[in-house]
Structures are given as structure tokens and as C-alpha cells.
């Protein structure tokens, strides 16, 4: 699972939209804008392929953000990664935290 948003919403020091700050358990920070290089515009496939190294073995990757609208870079640049079972949570961290027993887990994991 892939967290999109911001490090510091990942880690729940700060929450701008939901009543509730941090990230779901198990779920690693990739924020979207790591995939753009520095004019702005997509990495390379080649690095992609090494930033998201660590997930090529991954079965499946559920990707999110806060809404489900940052989460879509990620997914597009996971494809371009070349990992194939890459799937958008569309209700993101907002649905998410909209249920009061799903856990939520703050800091690095």
C-alpha cells in the first residue's frame, strides 16, 4: 500500500482536511511529486523502476492520498515502473478515517 500524500501528513504531524491525521497501517510514503524530475516533467521509466524498487515483488499495490486525486500520479508512474496489479483506493484516506474502527497508525513504520 502506497501513501501519495505529503511526509507530514503520512506521519500525522499535520492534517488540513480530515479529522484525523496519519497514514494506514503497513502503508509506505511515496509522495506523487517524487515521480517528476526537476523541470517538473515524469522520470524516466528506468527511474522509476528505482524508486519504487522495493515494491517490485508486491502482488498487488493499492495506492492513496487524501481524496484520490494525488494518488492517480503514483499510479500512472508505478505503470510506467513497469509493475503491473497497481489499483487507485478511490476514497483515499478521507474514506478511510470516515470509519471510526480502522486503525490508523502515526510516525515511520
Known amino acids: 500500500m502506497i501513501d ?3 511526509e507530514r501528513r503520512y506521519l500525522g504531524l499535520e492534517e488540513a482536511i480530515d479529522p484525523v491525521a496519519g497514514h ?3 502503508a509506505k510514503n511515496y509522495f506523487w511529486k517524487q515521480s517528476l524530475n526537476e523541470e517538473g516533467g515524469w522520470k524516466d521509466a528506468a527511474a522509476l523502476r528505482k ?22 500520479p503514483n499510479v500512472l508512474a508505478l505503470k510506467e515502473a513497469g509493475l503491473p496489479n497497481v489499483k487507485l483506493y478511490s476514497g483515499s ?4 478515517v470516515s470509519y471510526k474502527d480502522n486503525p490508523v497508525a502515526t510516525g515511520k513504520e
Open 51 to 72: 524508486q519504487f524498487g522495493e515494491l517490485h515483488n508486491a502482488d498487488e499495490i493499492i495506492v492513496y492520498c487524501g481524496s484520490g486525486v494525488t494518488a492517480c
Open 24 to 26: 494506514i497501517p503497513s
Open 4 to 6: 501519495s500524500r505529503e
Open 93 to 96: 484516506w478521507s474514506d478511510w
